[in-house]
């Protein structure tokens, strides 16, 4: 079967500049996650949607980060305005239930605001 | 907050070698997972192994978890150059607002030298 697919692979930005990205999961999967990475971490879970629906944002910083999830398939995640401590890799990743099963994550997004 | 705190940050061993890896978390989980994520690239879910259980395995790798002590290892035996990459422990939660939840710790880099 196809992976989680992401796009672009790599994204360099002037900070004060918005950024979208893309995730289109695995097939049949109900539920599509956004981690952050940062640099020497662990994956940090942004926001978590079961079909359309978020489940949970906590974690995202509303003011400037924003997600939809579209006909409960394909996701995208924008940043607008880009600070430097926003530089990271986003990882998307797809789950059949959501609930505890392992999860299938795509390649990331590389991004770099200078 | 990352729950996982992984020991050790990291280790290098010659091809044949065996190479352990520990984890460590703090509040009830529903399983403990491991993912290998090699340079530049997504998380690939190696293990995955239930609040229930004490052991498992998988090919080349063992996983040990004991909830007393709100550990885990991950011991990969006759490593090889393949193997080199970062190894992340994530624990699902238990319940509530953390159920199914992955949070993931910092990570263990393993150099396998050939």
């Known amino acids: 079967e196809a992976g989680v697919a992401q796009s672009p692979r790599y994204k360099i930005i002037e900070k004060r500049q918005s950024v979208a990205f893309w995730c289109n999961p695995i097939s049949g999967h109900a539920t599509l996650y956004w981690y952050q990475q940062i640099l020497g971490q662990g994956p940090k879970l942004l926001i978590q949607?079961?079909?359309?629906?978020?489940?949970?944002d906590s974690q995202l910083p509303k003011d400037r980060f924003s997600a939809e999830r579209l006909k409960g398939v394909d996701s995208t995640l924008k940043i607008q305005p880009a600070k430097l401590e926003d530089s990271a890799v986003y990882l998307c990743?797809?789950?059949?239930?959501?609930?505890?099963?392992?999860?299938?994550f795509g390649p990331g997004t590389r991004l770099t605001v200078t | 907050s990352q729950q996982g705190e992984e020991d050790p940050q990291a280790l290098s061993i010659q091809e044949g070698e065996n190479a352990t890896m520990n984890c460590s978390y703090k509040t009830s989980i529903n399983n403990l997972q491991w993912y290998r994520q090699n340079s530049g690239r997504g998380l690939v879910h190696l293990i995955l192994i239930r609040s229930n259980e004490r052991e498992k395995h998988s090919g080349r790798l063992r996983v040990t978890l004991d909830t007393s002590k709100k550990s885990s290892s991950l011991l990969i035996t006759a490593s090889r150059a393949a193997d080199t990459a970062s190894y992340f422990c994530?624990?699902?939660?238990?319940?509530?607002?953390?159920?199914?939840?992955?949070?993931f710790g910092q990570g263990t880099i393993l150099t396998v030298h050939p």
């Open positions: 994530a624990t699902a939660g238990a319940g509530g607002t953390s159920y199914g939840k992955l949070t």
């Open positions: 990743a797809s789950s059949f239930t959501g609930t505890t099963e392992e999860q299938y």
């Open positions: 949607f079961q079909n359309n629906g978020v489940v949970d």
